[in-house]
């Protein structure tokens, strides 16, 4: 499996999606260097992958969500006020993408928007109305 896209809405210093895609040509890349000064969210966003990455193989294994006294899920809920969603490629089982969120319900709205109408920030009031849009369309 190889990630795609982190989309992370508030999570510590990050707020904008990662993209792992080579724009040249349209791979995903083997390795990626993160950088940057201290608090600047390299951790957050590693150890976020890292849990997410567990609790997906979880998942996999077990049909299961991960247990409520697992370490990494206990230090990821601090972040559920926020959000964080991760999508996969390559998965092996499947030739689509799998994302994996964890966050309110109205994250996922704020990721639909900016997926369709790119990253500039909405109102709530424009999320709701732009998202019924796009499910309108979809049907």
Not at 83 to 101: D, H, K, N, Q, Y
Not at 122 to 139: G, Q
Request: charged fraction near 20%; include cysteine.
């Amino acid at each position: 499996m190889k990630i795609r896209k982190i989309y992370p809405y508030d999570v510590g210093p990050v707020c904008r999606e990662i993209n792992f895609k080579d724009e040249w040509n349209g791979t995903i890349h083997r390795q990626i260097l993160f950088s940057g000064p201290n608090g600047s969210g390299k951790t957050v966003i590693l150890k976020a992958v890292a849990t997410l990455w567990n609790a997906a193989g979880h998942w996999l294994d077990h049909r299961k969500l991960l247990p409520q006294t697992d370490k990494n899920l206990i230090w990821l809920k601090h972040w559920v006020e926020k959000g964080i969603g991760i999508i996969f490629e390559e998965a092996g089982f499947t030739s689509l993408p799998i994302g994996i969120f964890l966050g309110h319900i109205h994250i996922l709205q704020i990721f639909a928007v900016r997926q369709t109408y790119g990253s500039a920030k909405f109102s709530n009031r424009k999320i709701s109305a732009n998202l019924s849009e796009i499910i309108m369309r979809k049907s």
